[in-house]
């Protein structure tokens, strides 16, 4: 039995409607749960920042998450709440991703992509659920945007507004995170080789040249990444690269402490690559399994030479995101081969609950770290404005690690809260090292610079000019960490 991806089978049509109730729950949580991940290091950070300069914040040239700044943007301008900015953004994200599922899979008809879609945020997501600002998933949607459209024409022809829609689509994708480049080569080469009735129409004129564009958007980032800050930090890592350094990429730290994970957390991968298996095998699509391997072990090894070292629960939110499109690669051969084997509709959809709320489940686990942390963030500011103070220095920096796991972005997060609990009375604590000195009343120190005090609007970030930045004493610290909840293990 051979099937393809365009038309999709009303298996994977079912699949697809429970995914976007999925990513409907999602958008409901990150509203809900709003103050909990916009709170959290860089929502906050980046919020300012636009409010500040009155564009658009677009870091290491990512040019494709432009599309969820416009939220607070846009909520700047109408003169919006900081409260009603923050909720805007916060579930801008899931807007996002939902109206791109709903393109995919109720327009353009391509179920599994938008099924995929869907997976990519549940498979290895807990605390990264309460972090969305990584610019991977801004630029895994723009994928989904690309491939689908392209498949939806596969076999017809293509119109030049589809060239139009198609071209900055995936140059957007590939630019706005370079990690992007594993799971869309995957994609690229597996789709065709699925869909193709016959290999003229692997190698068809049209096939390699937007494999040339797609090759040519990849090398660009890859350009542009050797330029900036903190790509190229890491790229030196893949330079001389031996046989054992691969092989000591199974046995690193960043290995052990995701094998770990995979039996604790993410363990519903386990089945749906036996399932993804067993699906190829019984469509006689067998050969195509070795890809599907290939490019997870590559994708695994990449991540591993990135980042050799374990990982604790303070750093979860973000290793999941560098981890979420090798569950993505895990996932294909599950979608479109074992899926689409399913006789009943109904099985597909009590199949695909299952997963979604296992994942949910998991998701839902993780929101007692977050809720612990912006309960701290209240506590922090009010023993601060007992011991007196406005504007805060707290050093050392480490002290507050236990309480707050990720804090350099403590100045903008005490900041906002503030003016949201009680904006006659804005706090701000900067978390410092040894050896800083108070002083001035004319700038705001954010997380990595200064900011003038007269470039914070005052109707929107109320901020006093005459109150000096003052050094927490040891005592006045020691009162304060006395107070805070150390937060779930």
Not at 331 to 350: C, E, W, Y
Not at 367 to 381: K, V
Not at 459 to 482: G, H, K, M, N, W
């Amino acid at each position: 039995m051979s099937v393809r991806i365009s038309p999709d089978p009303l298996p994977l049509r079912s699949a697809y409607r429970v995914s976007v109730g999925v990513l409907v729950a999602l958008l409901l949580a990150s509203g809900i749960c709003y103050l909990q991940r916009m709170l959290f290091v860089d929502p906050s950070f980046i919020t300012l920042e636009v409010i500040v300069t009155d564009s658009i914040f677009i870091m290491e040239q990512r040019y494709g998450s432009f599309i969820t700044h416009l939220a607070p943007l846009v909520g700047s301008r109408l003169g919006l709440s900081l409260d009603t900015i923050l909720l805007l953004y916060s579930s801008s994200f899931y807007a996002f991703y939902l109206g791109v599922a709903l393109v995919v899979g109720g327009v353009w008809k391509q179920y599994g992509l938008a099924t995929l879609l869907a997976l990519y945020f549940t498979l290895v997501v807990s605390d990264v659920f309460y972090w969305p600002n990584n610019e991977i998933h801004q630029a895994v949607a723009w994928m989904m945007l690309f491939l689908g459209r392209y498949f939806s024409r596969r076999g017809k022809p293509m119109p030049v507004y589809d060239h139009l829609l198609l071209l900055p689509v995936v140059f957007l994708a590939a630019n706005t995170h370079l990690l992007l480049a594993a799971p869309l080569a995957f994609l690229w080469v597996y789709l065709n080789l699925f869909n193709a009735k016959s290999i003229r129409q692997v190698i068809s004129l049209r096939t390699v040249a937007y494999t040339v564009v797609i090759a040519v958007a990849i090398g660009l980032r890859y350009w542009m990444s050797k330029g900036g800050g903190y790509d190229s930090a890491k790229l030196p890592e893949f330079y001389n690269l031996g046989p054992s350094d691969l092989l000591a990429t199974f046995t690193s730290g960043q290995a052990k402490t995701m094998y770990h994970l995979v039996l604790k957390n993410y363990w519903v991968l386990i089945p749906l690559v036996l399932g993804g298996t067993y699906g190829a095998l019984r469509s006689r699509k067998w050969w195509m399994l070795p890809i599907a391997a290939g490019a997870a072990l590559g994708y695994f090894c990449l991540v591993c030479i990135t980042y050799p070292s374990e990982y604790g629960r303070e750093y979860l939110f973000y290793f999941e995101s560098e981890w979420q499109a090798f569950g993505l690669i895990l996932a294909t051969p599950f979608v479109l081969h074992f899926l689409p084997r399913i006789p009943s509709r109904l099985t597909v959809t009590g199949l695909m609950v299952l997963i979604f709320g296992i994942r949910l489940a998991y998701i839902t686990t993780s929101y007692s770290y977050f809720d612990t942390r912006l309960e701290n963030l209240g506590i922090l500011n009010e023993a601060v404005r007992e011991i007196g103070k406005e504007k805060a220095l707290l050093v050392p920096a480490s002290a507050l690690a236990p309480y707050f796991g990720m804090s350099w972005g403590l100045p903008v997060e005490t900041y906002f809260l503030s003016l949201l609990r009680e904006p006659a009375r804005p706090v701000t604590v900067k978390n410092a090292e040894a050896g800083v000195a108070g002083g001035g009343g004319h700038f705001f120190i954010s997380a990595f610079r200064t900011i003038q005090a007269d470039d914070l609007p005052p109707a929107d970030l109320p901020f006093s000019r005459d109150v000096e930045y003052q050094v927490l004493t040891e005592a006045e610290v020691s009162v304060i960490v006395s107070r805070l909840r150390p937060l779930p293990g």
